[in-house]
């Protein structure tokens, strides 16, 4: 979302053969999640408040809870989003994340002296925390703001930007 617009995690679960999940995307981090013993999927929308409210760790426990199986057996794609190159945010938000992954250092300054923030570091240091192992998460590179070629970006374009659409099928 924008600048003052208030989004909401989201989490989305689908189960059984052929069912669909996906996420849309413009700079946030889109993660897709699935269990290869049940077969059941999971979408997630991590954008920095999502990251803050933990919706991480909520979809990784609903996946599991939902295929019945532990969470070492998840497996999780990261895919491109808006990198630490170019995620500048204001210290309260540096904050904000810190605070929400304790130990993790999730800020750098960058050329203006603003922090920039790695979405990715946050976001797998909260898979690997909620059990999933770390030789299981595949991150497709790519940084969104930057590479106006391949990827939309709202920090780049504004309300103008499309959005990408990150899915996963079930079965």
């Known amino acids: ?25 413009a700079d946030c981090v889109p993660l897709l999640m699935a269990d290869p013993e049940s077969r059941r999927v999971a979408a997630v929308h991590a954008g920095w408040r999502g990251v ?46 810190r605070a929400a992954v304790p130990g993790r250092s999730s800020a750098a300054p960058g050329p203006r002296g603003r922090p920039h923030v790695a979405l990715d570091g946050l976001v797998r240091a909260q898979l690997t925390a909620a059990g999933v192992a770390a030789e299981r998460i595949a991150d497709v590179d790519g940084c969104t703001a930057c590479d106006a070629t391949r990827f939309f970006s709202f920090r780049r374009d504004g309300r103008a930007s499309g959005r990408h659409l990150a899915v996963i099928m079930a079965g």
């Not at 979302?1 to 995307?25: F, H, I, K, S, Y």
């Open 1 to 25: 979302g924008g600048p003052g617009r208030q989004r909401l995690p989201l989490v989305a679960l689908l189960a059984g053969q052929g069912a669909v999940v996906g996420v849309r995307t």
């Open 52 to 97: 803050c409210a933990g919706v991480v760790g909520q979809g990784v426990r609903a996946l599991a809870q939902a295929a019945g199986a532990p969470v070492t057996r998840l497996v999780v794609a990261i895919f491109p989003h808006i990198r630490s190159c170019c995620f500048e945010v204001g210290p309260e938000v540096a904050a904000q994340l």
